[in-house]
């Protein structure tokens, strides 16, 4: 036990923590309802929007896209960063704590199982864009789609990590700070429309704080490169292919600052043993 | 691993919590004392290794509070703690590498996931071989009469049967210190017994294990610990072995009176008596009668307490003098009883 | 045993007894709604969601139709104003009762008080309610001033509005009971299930798109939902007259299907839906109620 390695240590965390979601998945199959259904259903109301609206099919791949990556955005909110308090709140954060391992194994461990999860309603929507909705992706850069994404979810997740403890510190109630995460994110993420209409229609603070949000540009640079001459892009995917990255140290950079200053503060504070109710 | 001989070290350690943020505060210095509560109040205390040492305090005495500082859970608000000789603000990862902890009542566990895998995967944040990690877990399941329950799922379970879970998973890990916080509480006479003998077992095969217990029940403090010490208001008041502490009254004989007719007011007038160090009382519903414990200054204050009872209206069933006990140290040293007391 | 003063003795069929049940659970919805910030941060919550979301729509419109505001705007923007009471009364009743069993985990108390479950329940969402027509009132507001709602005071046809309105809020609550109904005797998820019943509201009941342009199966599922036909006489109300598309875009109605209707023939379709929907919520509940007695749900803690 005392001679196990860090490096071993964070990864055997890293195994255990994301057993249970994998477990949950498997023995409770009504998630399927809520993680697919609602989402493909709210998906499927913004196509029939575009076509109501007599819009390009081109609009239905941009509508498809964004849903793909919103199931990583409610993921990364709702599995990751509520987590915290809801541990804290069935009185699991202090074991956390008090284990040798560190927080950021432990959330590394829940978002490998949320990215499961997350994966399957991303397909499945994808799924449903190409059968049902007859969108057409072009498929001659895929190399560069796939970094493009795995950056992003780096990226998102290294944000989840840092809003968990955020979420924390918020005290009671948190899930209204979560649920205040949707459609602003849903708006300033270009969820459903190019992004590059966003950028020209508000003031450039708000295009700023679009900027830090990593499924900004991860859409717009996959956009660009999955339906390309549809949309104008804000920059060349290459180029926002490094902005993803930089936030992605960026943000793993805070996670790592944040949960540190989170514990060190609630030890001080004596609010890590703390129930809610 | 340290070479500290001993398992835990405290000095003049404390824990103020405040309002607002809580910063590390001198002693010397003087807080509003209208916004803050003294949990902790200057406690130094030394734990040896393979120790089974035991806290025993009312309600609000602090005991929770330090187990929280010893687990690196809650930064001190001043003095230092030591847990096998690692500081507990300056070293709490090489602390939680050698602990655990349980606490009573403690239903935590995801319910999803089976008694057998909520084990296996706690031992995995200690890093504990999966192979080991099973080995263990049916040792310990076996030993809690909880094997039925293994492949049952924690959702499944009852308050009683979670607690268990949770104290195996304290073992799991074979920690080098165990912090025990009332680990009986709510279990019924059964499985607490078992726990308990499980524990000194525990602490018989592995001699330089410690374990850190708090209680409200006497005779387990009495049965279980090596060393016990009684604290309140934040301060320790005595640390010895039980049998030195009960040794304390040694001088003081202690009496047990059962009478009838007596009113508050007339229990007053006992405990007023001169002579009369400590005084706690039960009532008995069937009998109506009051059953008074006495410590007294010396044997011959036993009259004048008989003179007081008829004094108040009062019938003498029996009277008894006997060996002192736990209870009767505590209560010369708090100055009331522990059952007094509900939980923590 | 001496009596109680008469004052607090209950007698659970009085209407009395009902009427402060009703406000007791109003004043307690509202608490729970509101207190666990200060106030300028719940007026900026309730509000940011729902700009949220007309700025999104607004900006999908935008980068189809252009600058210019059409009929379809108007039709977009106040069917998404008015969803939010769907979903307050709707979606939200079952996280009432859900939220009172395992989260307060107060439901058992209150089922063993000598008051009613179903007027404890309509005096929750009462609070949801108001909370819902509220950011409504305002989001339309917005949209008359900053984001080109054609929408003016005078304008408005007040007597279907208020006719619409008072037909239309029964339906929602009684569709908000019979999922709290469902809600309270599922074990896992249950708390999701407004959400689940929103989200298909939202699909079928034309929010975003007149029902015309679905598959026939999911139109006639629209046809037959009550929400479509409030949505449509509040839409009308509010513009004053009929939604059409643009003369560029043929003129024609948004839904022709749903302009077969007269406002008189929408009302006396809500009228329908309130009587049969009122009525059987009201013994959906009562039987359901039993069922969950029966299977031992009333205090159960799930852990959601």
Redesign the interface.
């Given at each position: 036990?005392?001679s196990?390695s860090p490096v071993?240590?964070f990864f055997?965390?890293v195994?255990?923590?994301a057993?249970?979601r994998m477990?949950?998945m498997k023995?409770?199959p009504?998630?399927i309802?809520?993680e697919i259904?609602?989402p493909l259903?709210?998906t499927?109301?913004?196509v029939?929007?575009?076509?109501?609206?007599?819009?390009p099919e081109a609009?239905v791949g941009f509508v498809i896209l964004g849903s793909v990556l919103s199931a990583y955005w409610m993921n990364v909110v709702w599995a990751m960063a509520m987590q915290l308090h809801w541990e804290k709140k069935?009185?699991?954060l202090?074991?956390?704590?008090?284990?040798?391992?560190s927080l950021m194994a432990?959330l590394v461990g829940m978002s490998y199982g949320g990215i499961v999860m997350a994966s399957w309603r991303a397909a499945l929507t994808l799924i449903v864009g190409l059968l049902l909705f007859n969108v057409h992706f072009a498929t001659d850069q895929l190399p560069l789609v796939f970094l493009v994404f795995g950056v992003t979810l780096i990226a998102l997740y290294g944000l989840g990590m840092t809003l968990s403890s955020l979420f924390i510190r918020w005290g009671?109630?948190p899930w209204?700070l979560a649920?205040?995460f949707?459609?602003?994110a849903?708006?300033l993420t270009?969820?459903?429309?190019?992004l590059s209409?966003?950028f020209a229609?508000v003031p450039g603070v708000i295009s700023l704080i679009s900027a830090l949000l990593p499924i900004s540009f991860g859409l717009d640079a996959l956009r660009q490169l999955l339906l390309p001459g549809t949309i104008v892009g804000v920059f060349p995917p290459m180029t926002e292919l490094w902005l993803i990255a930089g936030l992605a140290v960026l943000f793993l950079t805070t996670s790592y600052i944040s949960l540190k200053f989170m514990e060190?503060?609630a030890?001080?504070?004596?609010t890590?043993?703390l129930r809610l109710? | 691993?340290s070479q500290s001989p001993l398992a835990i070290k405290t000095d003049n350690v404390g824990?103020i919590?405040k309002k607002k943020?809580?910063?590390?505060v001198s002693r010397a210095s003087s807080p509003d004392s209208s916004r803050q509560l003294v949990a902790l109040d200057g406690v130094t205390l030394e734990v040896e290794k393979g120790e089974l040492f035991g806290l025993l305090g009312p309600n609000g005495a602090g005991k929770t509070t330090l187990i929280?500082v010893l687990?690196?859970?809650?930064?001190p608000s001043f003095g230092s703690a030591e847990v096998l000789g690692y500081d507990v603000v300056r070293e709490p990862?090489a602390i939680?590498?050698?602990?655990?902890?349980v606490s009573g009542g403690?239903?935590?566990g995801?319910g999803?996931?089976t008694v057998k895998?909520n084990l296996?995967?706690?031992s995995?944040?200690?890093?504990?071989p999966t192979k080991e990690a099973h080995r263990r877990s049916d040792e310990l399941l076996a030993r809690l009469e909880l094997t039925g329950m293994k492949d049952t799922?924690v959702s499944g379970l009852s308050t009683g049967e979670r607690q268990r879970m949770n104290f195996c998973?304290g073992f799991i890990?074979?920690p080098e210190v165990l912090f025990l916080d009332e680990p009986t509480l709510g279990l019924d006479v059964h499985i607490a017994r078992v726990t308990r003998e499980f524990t000194r077992e525990w602490m018989r095969k592995n001699p330089e294990r410690t374990v850190l217990l708090t209680t409200h029940y006497m005779a387990e403090a009495d049965e279980l610990c090596d060393r016990i010490a009684i604290i309140d208001k934040g301060r320790v008041l005595a640390c010895d072995t039980p049998e030195n502490l009960k040794r304390m009254l040694q001088a003081q004989p202690v009496f047990q009176i059962r009478a009838g007719g007596l009113s508050e007011s007339g229990i007053d007038g006992i405990r007023s008596t001169t002579g009369v160090i400590g005084l706690t009382q039960e009532f008995d519903l069937e009998t109506s009668h009051h059953s008074l414990n006495l410590i007294l200054q010396e044997e011959s204050v036993i009259s004048d307490v008989v003179g007081a009872i008829g004094a108040a209206g009062g019938k003498l069933v029996g009277l008894e003098k006997h060996e002192p006990t736990l209870e009767d140290v505590f209560v010369k040293l708090v100055g009331r009883s522990l059952k007094e007391d509900v939980t923590e | 045993m001496t009596s109680l003063p008469k004052l607090h003795r209950f007698n659970s069929t009085s209407l009395e007894h009902e009427w402060r049940t009703f406000r007791i659970a109003a004043w307690l919805g509202w608490q729970v709604e509101s207190n666990?910030?200060v106030p300028i941060v719940f007026f900026i919550?309730a509000i940011?969601?729902?700009i949220?979301?007309a700025?999104?729509?607004l900006?999908?419109?935008?980068?189809?139709?252009g600058n210019h505001r059409g009929e379809?705007f108007d039709y977009?923007y106040i069917s998404n104003a008015l969803y939010l009471i769907v979903m307050q009364s709707i979606a939200n009743m079952s996280w009432t009762v859900l939220e009172d069993r395992e989260h307060?985990r107060m439901l058992k108390y209150i089922y063993t008080a000598p008051v009613s479950l179903f007027a404890y329940l309509i005096g929750r969402a009462v609070a949801r309610l108001s909370i819902g027509i509220s950011t409504s009132v305002l989001l339309l507001t917005v949209g008359a001033l900053w984001m080109g709602l054609h929408l003016s005071l005078l304008s408005v046809q007040w007597g279907w509005l208020v006719t619409y309105f008072a037909l239309g809020i029964p339906v929602l609550l009684s569709f908000g009971i019979v999922i709290a109904g469902l809600a309270l005797v599922i074990t896992?998820?249950g708390e999701?299930m407004g959400?689940?019943i929103a989200?298909?509201l939202?699909?079928v009941c034309s929010?975003?798109?007149?029902p015309d342009?679905?598959p026939v199966i999911l139109r006639k599922l629209s046809l037959a939902m009550p929400v479509t036909y409030w949505l449509e006489g509040m839409r009308r109300a509010l513009a004053g007259g009929l939604l059409r598309y643009s003369a560029a875009?043929g003129g024609r109605p948004?839904s022709p299907r749903l302009a077969l209707y007269s406002n008189s023939d929408l009302a006396m379709i809500l009228a329908c839906f309130s009587v049969v929907g009122v009525t059987i919520s009201f013994f959906f509940y009562r039987w359901i109620e039993g069922v969950a007695k029966a299977r031992g749900m009333i205090d159960r803690i799930t852990g959601f």
């Open positions: 036990m005392r196990i071993r240590l055997k965390t195994h255990a923590r057993v249970p477990i949950g023995r409770e009504s998630w309802f809520l259904l609602v259903v709210n499927t109301a913004f029939y929007l575009y076509r109501a609206l007599h819009a609009y069935e009185g699991m202090q074991l956390y704590v008090l284990s040798p391992s432990i009671r109630e209204h649920l205040a949707h459609e602003p849903f708006f270009g969820m459903n429309f190019p209409a966003l229609s060190r503060q030890r001080v504070e004596g890590l043993a109710s | 691993m824990r919590y943020a809580a910063k590390r929280k687990t690196t859970l809650l930064t990862k939680r590498e050698r602990i655990n902890m403690e239903t935590s995801y999803i996931l895998e296996w995967m706690f995995q944040f200690y890093g504990v799922r998973r890990t074979d | 666990w910030t919550y940011l969601r729902p949220s979301t700025l999104i729509l900006l999908m419109y935008i980068v189809i139709a379809y977009l307060y896992r998820n999701f959400e689940i989200s298909m939202l699909l929010v975003y798109f007149p342009i679905l875009m948004i």
